[in-house]
């Protein structure tokens, strides 16, 4: 079985990787990610803080939506 993702990248990306990523804070991550209607793995019990992650997938689709050319 062949893996898409290239080696040393994860698969999933937490919400505080995501803000060093994006150079921006947390709550600018969870205002994006709820913007763009992103999807995001949490195995949390229903109404409980859990850590939450989101797929390498989405993080790269968000950020080619909002890439633009400098003029």
Not at 11 to 22: D, N
Not at 45 to 52: A, Y
């Amino acid at each position: 079985m062949t893996n898409d993702i290239p080696q040393g990248r994860a698969e999933f990306l937490s919400i505080p990787e995501l803000a060093e990523r994006w150079r921006c804070s947390r709550g600018t991550v969870y205002n994006r990610l709820r913007a763009t209607g992103a999807r995001v793995l949490d195995f949390a019990p229903t109404g409980k803080r859990g850590r939450k992650v989101i797929s390498m997938k989405t993080v790269l689709d968000i950020e080619s939506q909002k890439l633009k050319r400098l003029c």
